[in-house]
């Protein structure tokens, strides 16, 4: 069975700080791994997504992040984090029978 | 496409009443998911279709849940009785090759 999981559940930053959030899978086959944002009362949406090739992702809004295989990672960075990034971050992977399975999240807050 | 389409946005309903919340999924997607979130459990799959036929139902909380999807381009997902413990917002997404496109969601509260 294939599941992710977050290591930080909450983070504060204060703006201008780098941001990295740790995300782990366990699958043994072939992965497509993904990033999604939830800002406050809205739905998950797509920040970036990892099918092949180039291990280093670049999504939306200067984030990026990194396929590790052998560390079965794929953590989410962003260099200088917004006010505007508080939100939760959702990483998610697909094996097998393409189900998507979430982590359980993390709640960014960035403080001006 | 519009996008995955929820309804209704927001439900208020009195304990024991049924509710079905409604999703259209984007067209030429195969898998449709129902999720709900909370505060206190995060967000929780309830149940997934594969080309309209339930895979996995295992999180479906209780028998009071149940879910349908009639046919490719529609969805329900029904409580009955509800509960006052039911209030959440529920989340429908379609995917394709494993990307899941979310709906707006229904916040659903259960007084």
């Known amino acids: 069975a294939q ?26 086959g072939t992965v497509n791994l993904f990033w999604y944002v ?41 260099p ?13 992977v697909t094996g097998g029978y393409q189900k998507v399975t979430f982590g359980i999240g993390t709640k960014l807050q960035v403080i001006p | 496409d519009a996008g995955v389409i929820q309804s209704p946005r927001h439900e208020v309903t009195e304990m024991g009443q049924e509710v079905t919340l409604r999703c259209k999924p984007i067209s030429g997607h195969d898998y449709l998911f129902w999720y709900r979130q909370t505060m206190m459990r995060g967000l929780e799959l309830l149940i997934y279709f594969n080309n309209n036929v339930p895979i996995d139902d295992s999180g479906m909380p209780e028998d009071r849940f149940s879910a ?8 329900t997902l ?34």
């Open chain 1, 3 to 28: 599941s992710v999981s977050q290591h930080n559940h909450h983070v504060i930053l204060s703006e201008a700080a780098s941001l990295e959030l740790g995300c782990n899978y366990s699958y043994g």
């Open chain 1, 38 to 78: 939830q800002y406050p009362g809205q739905h998950l949406q797509l920040l970036l997504k990892y099918f092949s090739g180039d291990p280093l992702v670049k999504g939306i809004k200067g984030f990026e992040a990194e396929f590790i295989k052998s560390k079965f990672s794929f953590n989410l960075r962003k």
């Open chain 1, 80 to 92: 200088s984090v917004q006010w505007s990034d508080t939100a939760e971050y959702f990483c998610a």
């Open chain 2, 68 to 75: 349908k999807m009639p046919n490719a381009s529609f969805s």
């Open chain 2, 78 to 111: 029904k409580i009955q009785p509800s509960e006052p413990r039911d209030s959440a917002v529920y989340f429908c997404a379609s995917s394709f090759r494993g990307q899941a496109f979310f709906g707006q969601g229904t916040r659903l509260t259960v007084v």
